[in-house]
Nanobody, 120 residues
Framework: QVNLVESGGGLVQAGESLRLSCAAS????????MGWYRQAPGKRRELVASITSGDSTNYEDSVKGRFTISRDSAKNTVYLQMNSLKPEDTAVYYC??????????????WGRGTQVTVSS
């Protein structure tokens, strides 16, 4: 069993910044990759950014140059620094852990989501 705690969401004006955090706790040996997804009302959930255990990163085109994903392996935490926020970034952001190795094998985990609202 793995528990995820997300934080850092909120209401900001366009051009401002937010930093999201996702801390994992529980019984597990390793995490292959961590990422952030987002879902706006009426839209599909999409991958925003991901980072592997080898620190390889991937970003959705619209956030390149503005968002930065990072991780702290010792703390089992992934971060998403969001700068120059735009109203189009408004969505619920979800933390995702891919291929988590635990005592009984592998599993995927999702956070419950944190709201990010950017006003114009």
């Amino acid at each position: 069993q793995v528990n995820l705690v997300e934080s850092g969401g909120g209401l900001v004006q366009a051009g401002e910044s937010l930093r999201l955090s996702c801390a994992a706790s529980g019984s597990f040996f390793s995490i292959d990759a961590m990422g952030w997804y987002r879902q706006a009302p009426g839209k599909r959930r999409e991958l925003v950014a991901s980072i592997t255990s080898g620190d390889s990163t991937n970003y959705e085109d619209s956030v390149k140059g503005r968002f930065t994903i990072s991780r702290d392996s010792a703390k089992n935490t992934v971060y998403l620094q969001m700068n120059s926020l735009k109203p189009e970034d408004t969505a619920v952001y979800y933390c995702n852990l891919d291929r988590v190795r635990g005592p009984r094998g592998y599993a995927n985990y999702w956070g419950r989501g944190t709201q990010v609202t950017v006003s114009s």
